[in-house]
């Protein structure tokens, strides 16, 4: 069975996200636009909160890459690209969203994917960062939370597609029964 205990709840998820809108907002006041690019899937809700407090102009693509665990084949740590963003970003300052960042791995991938493409300028920004994770060097910009090394689900986040749509971010206990 699933045991979830709240972790951070949807108020102070809602704060947070005021508090990162209003950073992103005043950093690229002056940029001209900005591309923001969710992670699929599990940036898709924070992703909708934060694009719908940018007074700035913006607009939104998607990318999605694999992660680990999906396939057994797979070798640990090891990211692949499964959807690219439907427009050219050379030139453009760009965003990139995620829900979480772990090890590190997946941003270090986009980071690295992203800025051969050139664009004005490349930034990411993470709704929750586990530090004790670390494994890569990465530049994130904007964090919402830091989080000890737990396995959280809700606002996005799964666990084997479960709890995805959950308003809290949970910690997640797998118990046996
Ligand atoms: P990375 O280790 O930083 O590359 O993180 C890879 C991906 O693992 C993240 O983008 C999430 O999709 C997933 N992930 C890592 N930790 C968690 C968690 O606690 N809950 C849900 N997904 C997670
Ligand atoms: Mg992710």
Redesign the pocket.
Known sequence: MDELTTLIDQDAISARVDELAAQINRDYADAGGLVLIG?L???FIFLSDLARRLTIPHRVEFIA?S??GERESETP?A?RLILDVRHDIGGKHVLVV????????????LERLLEARGPASLKACAL?R?PD?A?VD?ELDYVGFD?ED????GYG???AERHRTLPNICV?RLTDS
């Open positions: 992670v899937k599990g940036s890459v992660s680990y740590g990211v995620e829900d979480i960042v772990d090890t590190g791995r997946t941003l270090a991938y929750i586990k994770r494994e990465i989080i737990v396995w959280v689900v986040l799964d666990f997640l």
